[in-house]
């Protein structure tokens, strides 16, 4: 047995911190191939559409998406999927909708045939694969996801339990994926969320629980550059006013659920005074969610906005802002009349449009947002109407 169940979970804790960003994933495949005593590890995601489903695998091209490698090879990456994918020889069992599937290359050829084939003669040897083992499965519509651990011919093919190790790794890769992207299509929408906000003059910070600074837009930055009552120290938003830092501090507290049993409905408000005798600031605090991905160090968040009441600055129309979300126009009037309405009927009234329709755009809306709550949504389009 190549793997005991300590080793194992370490593998799978890499795995999702891989997802995350915090190591990389050749680091990651090695650890993989190294525990399973194989001598290359592979991982892909290629395009290959629902729509080839009626295709013969021999006709279909996949296109790849990402590629990790335990090893740097050099093309072979390239190599497959500009030709020997055509030979390879999974490929006439590998269906475009197949449910997470395993296989093996002794079940599927003769391991004396394919030691002459040119797959492995000009292709495979090169990784020292001989004794392959896959698992793929569909990861969206249009993705296919492909791992697999291969041994070199001094070799032998992995056990029954190295395959149940094997294919439970698998699955828990599908979802680490699922992880990355979603954490990748997130900082996308935040990005545009933050130069949204600084579109009409709001600083804005993401900030954990103890103040500290995950994310912030340029305004942001300038702002505390200037140090007029608003500063990042150790990475912590600070008020300099005792006061305006208790404040703050319990805002933190009760919109991310400490302290009280029930969480406040609007963002608090917070006037800061500034030394350079300027009027004050108006901080807002609001929850929003930013889910905790393995290790990542980031729990609960809050978006922190500043306005200055002696800088006026607007887009050029409310639409720009829209556009920035990535929202329809339809989509934006119903994202700017929840903020505002109290409940999904008053907005359906207010719009003269049906609920289900206000629902249905809700829905997407929070979707391309990469959000779940109103309070979510009030965050990022404060004072909008």
């Keep these: 047995m190549v793997l005991d169940r300590q080793a194992f979970d370490k593998l799978v804790d890499q795995v999702y911190r891989a997802s995350t960003g915090e190591v990389g994933w050749q680091p990651t495949l ?3 191939a190294e525990a399973f005593d194989a001598s290359f590890a592979w991982l892909a995601l290629e395009r290959s559409d629902l729509s080839q489903i009626r295709q013969s695998p021999s006709e279909v091209n996949p296109e790849p998406v990402a590629v990790h490698m335990s090893a740097d090879l050099s093309d072979l990456a390239e190599l497959y999927f500009k030709h020997y994918h055509r030979l390879d020889p999974f490929r006439p069992q590998m269906q475009l909708a197949c449910a997470p599937t395993v296989m093996q290359l002794h079940a599927v050829c003769d391991p004396k045939e394919f030691v002459r084939s040119e797959y492995y003669q000009d292709f495979a040897r090169r990784a020292d694969s001989f004794h392959l083992t896959r698992f793929s499965a569909r990861f969206d519509a249009k993705l296919q996801l492909t791992f697999e651990v291969n041994r070199s011919a001094s070799g032998q093919p992995l056990n029954e339990t190295e395959l149940e ?94 302290g009280s ?25 609001t929850p929003f969610e930013f889910e905790s991905y393995w290790n990542t160090g980031v729990a609960a968040t809050a978006l922190v906005t500043i306005r200055d009441p002696d800088v006026t600055l607007r887009p050029k129309t409310t639409r720009n802002w829209g556009r920035a979300l990535g929202l329809t126009r339809s989509e934006w009037r119903v994202a700017r009349t929840l903020v505002v309405s109290r ?42 109407g």
């Design 343 to 384: 409940d999904e009927g008053e907005v359906a009234q207010t719009l003269g449009i049906s609920l289900n329709t206000v629902k249905t755009h809700r829905k997407r809306i929070y979707a391309k947002l990469g959000i779940h709550r109103r309070a979510e949504l009030s965050a990022m389009l404060p004072g909008t």
């Design 261 to 285: 049993t029930e969480m406040p409905r609007e963002a608090a408000v917070i006037a800061v005074e500034r030394p350079s005798g300027s009027r004050p600031y108006l901080v807002e605090v």
């Design 165 to 258: 190790r094997f294919e439970s790794l698998s699955n828990h890769i599908v979802r680490a994926l699922k992880v990355e992207r979603h954490i990748t299509q997130m900082g996308a929408t935040m990005d545009a969320a933050f130069d949204a906000l600084e579109q009409i003059g709001r600083a804005a910070f993401l900030v954990d629980r103890n103040g500290r600074v995950v994310r912030m837009n340029a305004l942001a930055e300038a702002i505390s550059v200037l140090a007029d009552g608003v500063s990042i120290r150790n990475q912590r938003l600070i008020i300099e006013a005792p006061r305006g830092q208790q404040l703050l501090r319990q805002a933190l507290q009760a919109h991310l659920g400490e």
């Design 30 to 32: 090695r650890a993989i």
